[in-house]
């Protein structure tokens, strides 16, 4: 059997994805790997394959038990031999398992990286022939990732304890250098083969939206996508439980995650969404890592996440099947109090002061790159691109600020009004303040504040009276966003820069661009599998075939065939086996297992057409 033969049989896939086939390929031929793709890319695949081509066992490290059972539960339908040992298996289990695993009844063992510690696991090991060893979420080894998992570190002993070292290899979304290099280091990997694959995801459509309510804002959104299954991600636990509440209240079937719930109830939860028994998940960043349910079709951020590493990731969530999905953020300037609230009273308690200030210090410039996401006026999928270091064209024509409509402006003298304001309050105290102040010294307030500090007697005082606060706050964001005033992340401190002297004193214009937002939701286009399809049609009627052999079964439907599959299906209407198999995303095994059943569904659609 080649790999060209096992993708398709096993997983009905006719090609290999971007990187995919020379990854494999190295692996195959001996050598270490680090595989850097963005999530939903198809990094499974890029260590099942060579497992099911090499000798002996593969093991493969992954953080999250939830995650391990999924993969399971996919590769043993698929026809692949696999097991998981995790604390979530009874001792009697786990000697069944060792037994089997003894007997060479697995190919692929899945386990988590506390198992590696345990001496009854390491010597069954060493008495195995272990030829592959593949770190999945390999950036959990990495304490300036956002998932630092202590035991990770201790793989290394793992390996070298083992009487041959296996090959190893290691996957993760997370693009930044200091990762990568620390993945590099700490696994000890040699002269490893490095894929870095493209970050763009095509299908998901970027939105940022400023609503004035974002409740209403998120239950319009979420109205619009009745029945489809998304993920709404909110920055504190008490947003979850308000938010969920108010979305159970209107009918929708949500439900919730975070790290103050128990572990049967977060299981639980976790479960219901899984299986689509509830549609939507209310969480905090606490939920997702290692989640891959295929057929999540929109991601709403209620709250800016703290870095666009975080925010792509956890947005990557949504159309890993390929399907087109929305990302959607809801942002308010308060967000990003409430991101430096985060970073300033977070978990840094075990580390030196030194390492924590430059923790800190990393996470201002994370939160930087985040804020400008939200507010810039240029390509939403060019500016995350840009940051992962990916060349690109300069409109995508897929996000919001692409489809958008702009005005210019000239806000010149607004500009040089609020300019000069700022410079004159610092004249005045000795230090620069904050976009607040400015606002109500050029709105003429009367607070008790600005009146105690004397303000109210600068020339800028009042020059601004007639102009909401609101359109005083988008021109200063606009300001900073040109590059005419700087904010200082971690006090938030507004400065002029070099680049405000030449509006000041030059005689420079400002042209804002200003989004002129659609008067009522604009119904986008969407792809086949969506809107297209009627109640009767005949997706509809696959997607009933796989809700019940799902349910049969007691496997998330995606398991069984993913959305793109069924709408290929419903497309190809296949009449036989083999015209089944061509299908994608239908391999042998499947084909089989499940073939008869959706066959059949097909055969009484077309009759009912007559
Ligand atoms: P991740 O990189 O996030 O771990 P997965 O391995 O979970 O991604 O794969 C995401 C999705 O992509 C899965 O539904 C998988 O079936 C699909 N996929 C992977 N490789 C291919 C391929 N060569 N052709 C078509 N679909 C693929
Ligand atoms: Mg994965």
Redesign the pocket.
Known sequence: MDKYSI?KQY?G?S???AG?EALIDAILSGRDALCV?????????CYQIPALLLPGITLVVSPLISLMKDQVAALKSAGIPAAYINSSLTGEQIRTVYARTRKGAYKLIYVAPERLETNSFLSLMQEMDVSFLAVDEAHCISQWGQDFRPSYLGIVDFINALPRRPIVAAYT?TATKQVQSDILRLLQLQSPYRIVTGFDRPNLYFDVRRPKNKFSALAALIEERRGRSGIVYCATRAAVERVCDSLCDRGIAATRYHAGLTDEERQQNQDDFQFDRKTVMIATNAFGMGI?K?NVSFVIHYNMPKSLEAYYQEAGRAG???ENADCVLLFAPADVETARFLIENGGADQLSEEDAALVRKRDYERLQAMTGYCKSVDCLRGRLLDYFGQIHPANCGNCSNCKATYQTEDITLSAQMILSCVMRIRERLGYYVGKTLVIQVLRGSRDQRLLSLGLASLSTYGLMDKTSPSVIERYIEYLESAGYLEVDQRYSTLRPTKKASAVLFDGECVLMQKRVEPKTEKKRPRGAFSDEFEENSLYEALRAQRAELAKRESVPAYVIF?NATLADMAEKAPRSLSELLEV??VGERKASRYGEAFLRTIEEYIQQQG
Not at 37 to 45: A, I, V
């Open positions: 993708l997983y896939h090609a290999f994805r995919q793709m963005p999530t939903g890319g198809g990094k499974s695949l979304a891959d295929s890993r099947d390929g993913s994608s995303g």
